[in-house]
């Protein structure tokens, strides 16, 4: 271990910043609070995301570890007490002072605080509440604070700090119970769903005292979120979409996130990936967990044990079509607004749409296209008024020569070179606190 005694703070920014990169569980707040007098910031439902908002704005986290000492080895982190690396510490104060001053100076709208476990997770836990505490009470930050939960760490402090913040957070981090107990010896299943439903069930009990007691204080107002590593134990994607749908359900959280795992320590326990880490599958778990989201979709028709993975040429709402040819085409202007969320090319809003319009006559493909529907995949699976846009054969491996392209089997973020994260060091990026 490299010590890091009676350095600045910018140093222990620098050190606590890198460390945080692979914590990808920080998204937008879901929450909105306006300014009061007397206090800094507020907060915006759609505002606060870690690349880009709703609206299309760039905007950030100032996304830092309180520390990244920790008693635990888990193979897969960085920061695992085995690993000779530079530790450092900041102090509540610390905390405070670096989110108040970046955010005075419009460089964040929020703060995501994370940690390692510092000798225990009470002691930890509580070093972390004195921060948010003191963020909201003594420096009257108003901003949006997300904040992640020590397992293991008494209930009553994690309740305490619910008060103070907008979203909490504890990571699952691996999909099954076998592989948390292989790749983190010291955490296990009971330790991390324990706080995930104590954080529910307050939630609850919260929304009930707010429709009697208009100004209750709110309880973890933006909800719960967790993050499982995609490709460190071998799970198969049926088991990761199965996890998550059980977590949506069951423990009633806002956000389930994908980590494509990055092997940094080179442990000889852990998968080496000569391509690289697995982004184009991690971006395909997204894909399947909006469609379970807000389509309407349930994990055993995406995906099953006998077809355990998705395809990496199509996303998943497209192979799940093709292998359901038995319920299509679709008439447009007949199917309900459910039955048209399942098909390639209709989305939320274009489903929407279609229903408002066809209200006041037939609609046309025309019409679809200025509805932004995306024909390119639609086509195969719809028709308008009895019709198709083009004659076709309604068969597998036809639709499927059509409408693969080369060009779109990786979406276009991941087809940059030089991906990563942004970061407060980089050249264009200086900034100076005494400003």
């Known amino acids: 271990m490299i010590l890091t005694e009676q350095i600045s703070l910018m140093d222990k920014l620098k050190i606590l910043s890198d460390a945080a990169k692979y914590d990808v569980a920080c998204t937008s707040s879901g929450v909105n609070r306006t300014g009061k007098a007397g206090t800094m910031g507020n ?9 880009f908002s709703a609206d299309g704005r760039c905007i950030s986290l100032l996304k830092i570890l309180f520390t990244n000492e920790c008693v635990f080895d888990c193979r897969y982190c960085l ?38 476990i510092f000798r225990t997770p009470d002691y930890t836990m509580e070093l972390l509440l004195e921060t948010v505490m003191r963020l909201r009470t003594q420096y009257h930050f108003n901003g949006y604070i997300h904040l992640k939960a020590i397992p293991g760490a008494d209930a009553a402090l994690i309740e305490q700090a619910g008060y103070y913040v907008d979203r909490m957070s504890i990571n699952l981090e691996l999909a099954t119970a076998e592989g948390l107990k292989k790749l983190a010896p010291h955490k296990n299943r009971k330790t991390i769903l324990k706080p995930m439903r104590q954080i529910q069930a307050r939630r609850e009990e919260n929304r009930e005292e707010l429709t009697l007691y208009r100004h209750a204080p709110q309880f973890v107002p933006s909800g ?9 134990m071998g799970e198969s994607d049926f088991q990761l979409v199965h996890t998550a749908e059980s977590l949506y ?62 395809n990496p040429l199509l996303d998943p709402k497209c192979d799940w079509a093709i292998h359901h040819l038995e319920q299509f085409p679709v008439e447009i202007n007949r199917a309900d607004y459910h039955t048209l969320l399942r098909v390639p090319g209709v989305g939320v809003r274009s489903a929407q749409k279609i229903v408002a319009s066809r209200r006041y006559g037939s609609l046309t493909f025309e019409d679809l296209k200025k509805m932004h529907v995306v024909l390119k995949r639609a086509q195969y699976f719809i028709t308008c008024s009895g019709k ?27 087809r940059q070179s030089g991906y990563q994260q942004l970061s407060f060091f980089d050249s264009s990026s200086q900034y100076h606190l005494t400003d």
């Open 43 to 51: 907060c915006i439902a759609d505002g606060i995301c870690h690349s």
């Open 79 to 116: 920061n695992r007490s085995s690993n000779d690396i530079p530790r450092a510490s900041f102090t509540p104060d610390e905390v405070c002072t670096l989110t108040f001053e970046f955010y005075r100076r419009n460089y964040i709208e929020g703060l995501f605080l994370s940690s390692g």
């Open 224 to 232: 719960q979120s967790t993050q499982m590593i995609v490709g460190a």
């Open 249 to 310: 359900q069951n423990f009633s959280l806002k956000r389930v996130f994908y980590s494509a795992f990055v092997n940094v320590n080179h442990d000889t326990t852990l998968p080496m990936i000569p391509q690289g880490p697995p982004l184009l599958r991690e971006h395909r778990l997204y894909q399947a967990d909006w469609l379970m989201r807000f389509y309407g979709f349930q994990a055993r028709e995406l995906l099953t044990e006998e077809h355990p993975n998705f």
């Open 388 to 414: 198709t846009y083009y004659p076709f054969k309604l068969e597998e491996a036809y639709i499927l020569r059509n409408i693969i392209d080369p060009r779109d089997t990786l979406p276009r973020e991941l």
